[in-house]
């Protein structure tokens, strides 16, 4: 969902079978269809996966390890509970300047139950690292998404940050089948300079996990074709649900899976446009509530990790059209996509405004992470 600014090309992918049709736009999503998921998790008596790991931060080393479906942190089974963080001040544009929004942000997410958030760059600062963990929070940091990067540099960010207690794990790509890593890579070569790296990062730090971010679902031939992913992270816009995500992925792989994308924009596009506010809480609240419900980590038949929303705040920057000292309304309907609406309005995906002010769609996080 975010869009690079160090490479804002919208390259066609020349071999994506997995790929729904790549978007015009260089946050593409996925278009799939929503789907009522009448499958109801069924609770079991398995007390290894009653409760969430603690989301405490804690002095000491921290032990990462994936068991099947789930993640052990400390040897417990890990919700993740988290949002994508890319903190972009009015007016500013790419980079994100975390160390500039932690002190704000780390309080307020913690104060809603976050225990984990997603990047699209790889936080360096480790003084920004020990004020996220200090709040109970841990981070998947991106360490590749550009394809114009050299490949050695997603280890030397893993350097910079390997052995810090915030950090669970890495990831390389975002929703690469349909942007190509950014620079219109095709699919089948994408798809191998990421395994390949994925294994470079495996032999440089094998204590986390290598993760992937995919638009929505992949094939079998995909996931045999990585074996050195160890978890799979999908962006996911249905609607105001996920429809068959998880029987799907329970079907296609064993392997432990978290929504890295999802939610709702708080912009109306239907009937002229509006702000709603309360559509966006409603889609959080019940997206929310489907991931909790096949949860790894409360369920021994569970299926998710947990959630990285999208977003914590409002970035003005993204409307390609405007100016990033205005909150645009431009957005892409491409045929899916979030409630009620169906169409994208990229400057407007934030859970707290970018003045930090925040909306019903924190609130009805809090109410499940926090209550």
Known sequence: ?????????????????????????????????????????????????????????????????????RLLVDGAPYEIRGVCWNPVARGRTQPADFAGFVDTDAPLMRTAGI???????????????????????????????????AESAALDRVRATMGHRAVLGWIVGNEWNYNGLYTGLPFDQTRDRLERIAGMIQALDPSRPVITIYGEVPSAETIAAMPSIDMWGLNVYRGATFGDLFTRWAALSGAPMFVSEYGADAWDARDGGRENLAAQAEATRLLTEEILASSTARRGDGIVLGGTIFEWSDEWWKDQSGSPDVHDIGGIAPGGGPHPDRTFNEEWWGVVDIDRHTRPAYDALRALYAP
Do not use: K
């Not at 992918?13 to 946050?27: K, M, W």
């Not at 032990?63 to 479906?69: A, L, N, Q």
């Not at 003084?127 to 200090?134: F, H, K, Q, T």
């Open 115 to 149: 225990n984990t958030i997603r990047t699209y760059d790889a936080i360096t600062d480790t003084r920004v690292l020990d004020v996220l963990d200090a709040h109970g929070i841990a981070v998947f940091q991106t360490v590749y998404a550009w394809g114009g990067d």
């Open 1 to 69: 969902m975010l869009v690079l600014v160090l490479a804002a090309c919208d390259g066609t992918l020349a071999d994506d079978r997995d790929a729904a049709t790549p978007r015009n736009d260089a946050s593409s999503r996925a278009d799939a269809a929503v789907e009522d998921d009448d499958d109801a998790a069924i609770p079991i008596d398995d007390e290894d996966a009653s409760t969430p790991g603690s989301d405490s931060g804690t002095p000491g080393a921290r032990t990462v390890r994936v068991d099947g479906r």
